[in-house]
Structures are given as C-alpha cells and as structure tokens.
C-alpha cells in the first residue's frame, strides 16, 4: 500500500509538475498574446493617426480643388471679357489706322495743293510786278519826274 501510495504521490507530483509546466505554458502564451495585443493596438492607434492625417489632407485638398476651379472659372470670365475688349481695340485700332491712312494722303494732298498754290503765287506776283512796272512805266507822271521816282510806286 505504501508502494501505491508512493506511486500515487509521484503520478500526484508529476500531475503537480505537468500542470504547473501546462500553467506556465498558458501563462506565457497569455503575455505573448497580450504583447501582441499591446503592439497590435499600438498598430492600429497609428494607422488612426495617419488615417486622421489622410483625411485631413484630402478634406484639404478638396477644398484647395473648389477654391481652384472657382478661381478658375473667375479667370475664364475675365479672359472671355479681355478678348472681347481686345477684339473691341483692334477693331479700333483698324479704323483709327484707316483714317490716319486717309488723313496722310489728304496731308500729301494739300501739301502738294500748297507748293502748286505756293508756285502759282510766285508766278502771279512775279506777272503782278511786271504788270505794275509796266503800268508804271506807261503812265505819264504827273509832277514831272519819272515813273520810277521814290513815292510814285504805291506799296514801294
């Protein structure tokens, strides 16, 4: 009896000794389950974080993209406006050509008129006097001098 006895409190030890081996399993793999969980939630505080961060620069940028297109829209307006006030200047600009165009001929025109008048003047004094000195040389003079006298040439 003793014998058993013995044997029961060896296979009572090795029991003892299996469980506290099997706890001691199950309580190392409790903390490598828990640093896992640790590092895993420490992952997942992270990936929040720079999920946070994404969206926030997304919610960024979409507003950048409105802000944009808006600023867009705004500059194709006044592009539109500019070429329409650039059509209305050349438009002007070719008229204010065409009269500078006639003005410069009707310029060459009447400077032309004006020698021609110039020359016709120079002719017609020249003739206007010849006529006076031969009017002059014609009539008789009247206090006895001659017609060339000083005094005797109205305009001399």
């Known amino acids: 009896m003793k014998k058993v006895l013995l044997e029961m409190e060896d296979q009572k030890n090795s029991y003892e000794q299996k469980a506290k081996e099997s706890l001691q399993k199950v309580l190392e793999e409790k903390m490598n389950v828990e640093q896992q969980l640790q590092s895993t939630q420490r ?47 050349d438009s002007r600009d070719l008229q204010m050509n065409q009269a500078l165009r006639f003005l410069e001929n009707e310029h060459q025109e009447l400077q032309a008129k004006i020698e021609c008048l110039q020359g016709d003047r120079e002719l017609c004094s020249l003739d206007t006097q010849d006529l006076q000195e031969a009017v002059w040389a014609m009539a008789p003079n009247v206090d006895g001098g001659d017609c060339c006298s000083a005094g005797s040439v109205p305009g001399q």
């Open 43 to 89: 992952s997942l505080a992270l990936a929040e974080q720079k999920c946070e961060q994404w969206r926030s620069q997304y919610e960024a940028l979409k507003e950048d993209w409105r802000t944009l297109g808006t600023q867009h829209r705004e500059l194709e307006s006044q592009l539109h406006v500019l070429q329409s006030k650039l059509q209305g200047a």
